[in-house]
């Protein structure tokens, strides 16, 4: 790549980075993951950079990146998910963890599936359109409607929402 070309996915990332830990965050619940995974996907996004810059809409493509690197943390290592009361002791204070209140829906997500999860992270964490979550996600937009309606029936029964006090 080119100085210039450089130069500017520098600054590209630099302004995204923050969003797409965020989304990454919302997808794994963990934000060691989600820096692994965010990172990956800016890795990702530099080697393809001079296609995803001509498509002219990079975020979306670097959200849908964001999701399937998320999706690969599972195909290659099968990860467990031990669920616990207690989020895991940090070394240094991680914001998004000072509200009981993010720390429930945070755990209440854990409990849905992946695909569910990238539905109502990106249409209600995000903010996306349901056409946008269909794009992102490659599947119609009835299939956003549907899994955001079973998940969030599982969400409203979820205990964690209902002991944080977010019902």
Known sequence: MS??????????????????VRLAYGLTGDQGYAED???AAFARAYASWARIRRVGNP?????????NEN?????KHRV?????????EQAAKDATMEYDERSAL?????ALGPRQRAVIVLRYWVGLTEAE???????AV?????????????????AELVEGGLQ
């Open 133 to 139: 979550t269909a794009a992102t996600l490659g599947c």
């Open 59 to 67: 975020d979306a493509y670097v959200r849908r990146i964001v999701i």
């Open 3 to 20: 100085e210039q070309s450089d130069e500017e996915f520098r600054e590209y990332m630099g302004g995204r980075w923050t969003v797409m």
């Open 37 to 39: 995974v965010a990172q």
């Open 106 to 110: 945070i755990a209440a997500l854990r």
């Open 71 to 75: 999706r690969k943390r599972f195909r």
């Open 80 to 88: 467990t998910e031990h669920l616990s009361g207690m989020p895991p």
């Open 142 to 158: 009835g299939t956003v409607k549907s899994q955001a309606s079973r998940a969030l029936a599982i969400l409203r029964k979820s």
